[in-house]
C-alpha cells in the first residue's frame, strides 16, 4: 500500500464521520427547526399605593440615660 491510497483511505473515513455528525446534528439556521416564540412583555406592575403605617424597623430609643 503507498501512502497515497492510505491518505485516501483516512480521508473517506474522515469525510464520513463529518457527514454523520452533520446529520445527527440537523441542518444549520432556521430551517427545519421549530420557530421560536416571540417574547411577550408585560406591562409593569403598578406600584403599590404607600402604605399608612411604616413597617417596624426595630427597636427605638428615644431618650438615652446619661
Known sequence: MSSES???ILG????AIVLAVAVVFGPIGQYGKP????????????????PA???PRGPVIKEVPN
Request: aromatic share 0%.
Open 6 to 8: 492510505v491518505g485516501g
Open 12 to 15: 473517506a473515513i474522515v469525510a
Open 35 to 50: 420557530p421560536k416564540p416571540a417574547k411577550v412583555e408585560s406591562a409593569p406592575a403598578a406600584a403599590p399605593a404607600v
Open 53 to 55: 403605617v411604616p413597617a
